[in-house]
């Protein structure tokens, strides 16, 4: 796996375009709840960051993987992805898949971000904004950032918000 520093192209991008942001390292944080503790916000306020498989492979290269991110508190509603890809079938990538995809993430380390960062569509669930602010984990499990939702939203640049949680 080639090595990349997912955290430094975030940072990278966020200083380009002059956006506030706060910058934690802290201990790992396996869960969405040992995150929201380590941060000291609330859980809401964290943004999942999902790789998922909804679609087929296509012949133009579209290897049918995305980023779904949604707050930390809510659960991901396949049923909803299912309905609005006229799909039958969503699952989470495995953590080969997700490392072949992400330049070596691991599950629980991505950040909520497609491309430039990764090279994936990103879909928002529109529980992210329902809070003024997003903390996420920045391409680890040690390190974490806080910013301005519409902040996040602008420079995200998500191909589609819509409702996929419950």
């Given amino acids: 796996m080639p090595s990349f520093n997912h955290r430094q192209r975030i940072v990278d991008l966020l200083d380009k375009v002059q956006i506030q942001y706060k910058s934690l390292h802290h201990e790992a ?5 040992d995150s929201a503790r380590v941060r000291g916000e609330d859980l809401s306020t964290g ?24 707050s930390a508190s809510r659960q991901l509603h396949t049923k909803a992805i299912k309905k609005e890809f006229k799909t039958k079938n969503v699952r989470f990538a495995t953590a080969d898949e997700l490392a072949e995809l992400t330049d070596g993430l691991k599950p629980g380390s991505v950040p909520p971000f497609g491309r430039p960062v990764i090279s994936l569509d990103l879909y928002v669930d529109t529980s992210i904004e329902d809070n003024e602010k997003i903390a996420f984990n920045c391409g680890s499990l040690t390190d974490s950032i806080i910013m301005n939702v519409m902040d996040y939203l602008k420079v995200s640049t998500p191909t589609k918000i819509f409702s996929f949680s419950k």
């Fill in 29 to 33: 944080t396996p869960t969405s709840e």
């Fill in 47 to 70: 943004g999942k960051a999902l790789v998922l498989k909804f679609r087929e492979e296509s012949e133009d290269g579209d290897n049918g993987f995305a980023i779904f991110v949604l």
